[in-house]
């Protein structure tokens, strides 16, 4: 049987390598093919999914589903329209690709609708009516931003109530994830800018100090040698930086398939490596200065500098994925041959170990054999 593709995994705890189980193989659908791309897993789950339309349970699931999200959208469209102007702002230029990648994963991890019971009508329904309410308070109070994250629960809703817990299950990441192509409220940037500000600014300061730099913080100044000043304003938070960087961990965790410690891990971890990538580039900066004014000054704010970052950033928690692996050990990495079965006769209550094949077993007087 070829196993999955390694690429976004249908299901993460099944095809993740070190979750592969023995499962009930599903003849009426073809198996995906150990080698198989990007462009070509799209294509079969595209023509899978054209297929599973043809059955009137799938048929009425998404049709609901669609006219349902169409009436969200003419609901919400002020409010989105409102969240695309802020895609222009640098700190959220990765809003407009957070929905495109979501409606990829949701075609990715999509699976045939089930029975859809009651219970999940029921919920779908009251989670729209809540979001609602929400939002008829947020409007109440003139709270823009939380008028404009009620779409994220009512859309949630939505798949609930057409296709049940099933779809629940394998949508619910995806659709939650749209949260980031969303601002941040004003009052959390203003809480986040000003501390982002001043720790960037003193361990730049501390970095450049411990390597030789003549660097004096004054501030959110940095003063380099006698000449060059840099300001770490409102830009060179890292407000973008953490942004995007803490969606990509969302993405990871919700596609790589590790045990939820390992989600854990890397969910609280997202936030400092951030910041420490953030730091690095004010460092590197303030340490070009003693080349070139130019250089240091076009790399702090170049394209290439915030892309190297992001780079640096997502090595660290592949990095920190990598070393997980290797220093935890998992219980299904024991040996079929030393997992110990109860012998029975004379020996019961008693473990024995199970002798591989190939390997003679020793007899007991009498002729008998120890192992069982």
Partial sequence: MASPSPILPLSPRATSPRHAVPSAVDVSRKPSPADEGLVEGFKRRAAAFAADLQQPQEATAWGTIAVLSGLLLYSYWPGLVHARTFWDNPQYQHGWIVPVINLALLLWRREPISNVTLSARLAGLGLLVASFAVRLTAAEFRIITIDMYTFVPALIGVFLLAGGWGMLRWAWAPIALTIFMYPLPDEAQRYITGPLQMFNTTVSTFILQTLGVDALQEGNLIRVGRDHVMNVVDACAGLKMLTIFVWLCALVIVVAGLEWWENVVIAVSAVPIAILANTLRITTAGMLYSVSDTMAEGFHDSAPAALLMMGIAV??????????????????????????????????????????????????????????
């Avoid at 012998?343 to 003679?360: H, L, M, R, Y």
């Fill in 315 to 372: 090595g660290f928690i592949f990095l920190e994925i990598k070393l997980l692996s290797l220093f935890v050990i998992q219980e299904h990495f024991a040996p079929a041959s030393l997992i110990l079965q109860a012998s029975p006769g004379k020996n019961a209550g008693f473990p024995a170990i199970s002798t591989p094949s190939g390997v003679p077993r020793a007899r007991e007087p009498g002729g008998g054999s120890s192992a069982r």
